[in-house]
């Protein structure tokens, strides 16, 4: 996970002083991992580094640095006793106040401080690390005091074709996940919501297909239209322009059906496989909102994949 700066910017203009509270990183058995935070601020708070009795005292500690003007601080939980809790792993917090004084620059790619009035320069074994990352993210690294992570890039686009149930069930359960910057796409101002959750853009076209060209490359794409001639057509555009990834709804018939027509429209078999048909678990059930939670987590999964690989390419290079 990385530094989301604008989420943080955002709480500071709203509440003036905030603490951030991130997990640098854990032993044995604990809630959350590392670059998990949450922001603390006098009168609330917003995200989760994993809930109960440590929560409860990251908290209590957050409010102690807003109320005496501390800085910064590490601090290591044992998930013990004392907590109440039998997880038997330890949780390693860093503890950060800002103010628009001192956010992160906009546009840099790592952010790299001193926690705790640390002095001296910052350790070559951390600008080794930065500098094997490149301009992949790098987990959240604290070296001898300092502390470097990656700010929050660009999320994953998604798609989504077809404001019915299922479209609008998706884009209300990935909302919530800043990984993804949602579009909900439909024809008809009938069956976009009045209401989106924030993160969903509403997008109106007449010619749905005629939109694929304007997406970005890296989207994933959602196709879950009222029409089976629509499916088609964005198919079709699909094939013809580059995607990560690219869903169609609808039964195996359906899928041999769609599948003759692509290649009649030229398409080779090869091609037409990059599209997946049917999508979500059925064992999860039919239900507009069971369909949206697997596609959700097949979402999370490829995510998380990716990122993994990421993670042992970069340690295969250091070594």
Same mark, same amino acid.
């Given at each position: 996970?990385?530094?989301?700066?604008?989420?943080?910017? /955002?709480?500071?203009?709203?509440?003036?002083?905030?603490?951030?509270?991130?997990?640098?990183?854990?032993?044995?058995?604990?809630? $959350? *991992?590392a *670059?998990?935070?949450?922001?603390?601020?006098?009168?609330?708070?917003?995200?989760?580094?994993?809930?109960?009795?440590?929560?409860?005292?990251?908290?209590?500690?957050?409010?102690?640095?807003?109320?005496?003007?501390g800085?910064?601080?590490?601090?290591? /939980?044992p998930?013990g006793?004392?907590?109440?809790?039998?997880?038997? !792993?330890?949780?390693?917090?860093?503890?950060? $106040?800002?103010?628009?004084?001192?956010?992160?620059?906009? !546009?840099?790619?790592?952010?790299?401080?001193?926690?705790?009035?640390?002095?001296?320069?910052?350790?070559?074994?951390?600008?080794?690390?930065?500098?094997?990352?490149?301009?992949?993210?790098?987990?959240?690294?604290?070296?001898?005091?300092?502390?470097?992570e990656?700010?929050?890039?660009?999320?994953?686009?998604?798609?989504?074709?077809?404001?019915?149930?299922?479209?609008?069930?998706?884009?209300?359960?990935l909302?919530?996940?800043?990984?993804?910057?949602?579009?909900?796409?439909?024809?008809?101002?009938? $069956?976009?919501?009045?209401?989106?959750?924030?993160?969903?853009?509403?997008?109106?076209?007449?010619?749905?297909?005629?939109?694929?060209?304007?997406?970005?490359?890296?989207?994933?794409?959602?196709?879950?239209?009222?029409?089976?001639?629509?499916?088609?057509?964005?198919?079709?555009?699909?094939?013809?322009?580059?995607?990560?990834?690219?869903?169609?709804?609808?039964? +195996?018939? +359906?899928?041999?059906?769609?599948?003759? $027509?692509?290649?009649?429209?030229?398409?080779?078999?090869?091609?037409?496989?990059?599209?997946t048909?049917?999508?979500?678990?059925?064992?999860? *059930?039919?239900?507009?909102?069971?369909?949206?939670?697997?596609?959700?987590?097949?979402?999370?999964?490829?995510?998380?994949?990716?990122?993994?690989?990421?993670?042992i390419?970069?340690?295969?290079?250091?070594?």
């Open positions: 996970m990385s530094f989301r700066r604008e989420e943080l910017a /955002e709480a500071v203009r709203a509440h003036g002083t905030v603490v951030r509270v991130i997990v640098t990183g854990t032993k044995g058995s604990a809630p $959350r *991992g *670059g998990t935070a949450m922001l603390v601020w006098d009168g609330g708070q917003s995200g989760t580094i994993g809930g109960g009795a440590l929560e409860f005292e990251a908290t209590k500690r957050a409010r102690g640095m807003l109320a005496d003007g800085t910064s601080m590490q601090l290591t /939980e998930l006793p004392a907590l109440g809790q039998c997880c038997g !792993g330890t949780v390693a917090l860093v503890f950060e $106040r800002f103010t628009a004084d001192n956010l992160p620059d906009q !546009g840099a790619h790592v952010f790299v401080r001193p926690i705790g009035g640390e002095k001296g320069g910052m350790p070559p074994a951390l600008q080794r690390k930065i500098d094997a990352a490149g301009n992949t993210q790098i987990p959240p690294t604290l070296v001898n005091g300092w502390l470097a990656s700010l929050w890039q660009a999320a994953t686009p998604v798609w989504i074709f077809g404001a019915g149930h299922v479209g609008r069930a998706l884009a209300n359960v909302a919530p996940l800043p990984e993804f910057a949602i579009t909900l796409i439909d024809t008809e101002a009938a $069956r976009m919501p009045a209401e989106l959750p924030p993160g969903v853009t509403p997008l109106m076209a007449r010619d749905m297909a005629a939109l694929v060209k304007h997406a970005p490359k890296d989207a994933h794409h959602f196709i879950m239209t009222m029409s089976h001639g629509i499916d088609l057509e964005i198919c079709h555009a699909l094939l013809n322009h580059s995607f990560a990834y690219a869903g169609l709804i609808g039964s +195996k018939t +359906k899928w041999v059906r769609f599948h003759s $027509r692509l290649e009649k429209l030229g398409h080779t078999a090869d091609e037409i496989t990059r599209i048909c049917p999508i979500g678990d059925p064992a999860l *059930g039919k239900e507009p909102q069971a369909i949206a939670v697997s596609i959700a987590h097949k979402l999370l999964q490829d995510r998380a994949q990716r990122e993994s690989r990421t993670d390419a970069r340690t295969t290079g250091e070594e």
